[in-house]
């Protein structure tokens, strides 16, 4: 099989768990059972779609998988997603694999029916981890931060939706 198949080929989709909005640097995450995403800027209410927008960081998503290895990397029997400030959790679906590494067969996400994301990379941790889970959070990130976004086109998504993996030359829903 080659490698231009074997980019395209997911198991199944995943699921949108959680919702986090971050109004404003500095506040906490807000979570929310439905936003709206925004074409080329973001979730509506969260401080990345407000100024400019049009960047490559306008959502940020971890996999729900990722949060019980962060806990034990950490020390902790559980940790909540609102700490690591990104927006969607998403479980089922390797994030990583949502991004192709061959230019020839871009991938994109659709959340629900109605919204396409672009992936444009990973989500490095910041200072701000150390903060908000104690010494060697930074550390701990490292590797399981998540992945950034690009809108491409907007809608309303819910806790609950189906999260596909697609070739981009495929059809909407």
Avoid: F, K
């Avoid at 059972?33 to 979730?43: H, I, P, Q, S, T």
């Avoid at 949502?98 to 871009?106: G, T, W, Y």
């Amino acid at each position: 099989m080659l490698l231009r198949e074997l980019v395209a080929r997911v198991p199944a989709p995943g699921r949108l768990e959680e919702i986090w909005l971050r109004p404003a640097r500095g506040t906490a995450a807000v979570g929310v059972a439905e936003a709206v995403a925004m074409d080329n800027r973001g979730l509506q209410g969260d401080r990345s779609a407000a100024g400019r927008g049009g960047g490559r960081r306008q959502v940020t998503l971890i996999q729900a998988e990722h949060l019980p290895v962060l806990a034990a990397l950490l020390g902790r029997p559980a940790l909540p997603a609102s700490l690591l400030r990104r927006n969607l959790v998403v479980s089922g679906l390797n994030l990583l694999a949502a991004r192709s590494p061959l230019p020839a067969v871009p991938l994109r996400l659709w959340l629900g029916d109605e919204v396409e994301l672009e992936i444009t990379g990973p989500c490095e941790p910041c200072s701000r981890m150390e903060e908000a889970l104690g010494p060697g959070g930074y550390a701990a990130m490292r590797g399981h931060g998540g992945v950034t976004a690009r809108v491409l086109r907007g809608g309303r998504l819910r806790v609950g939706d189906a999260v596909r993996c697609v070739v981009a030359d495929a059809a909407a829903p």
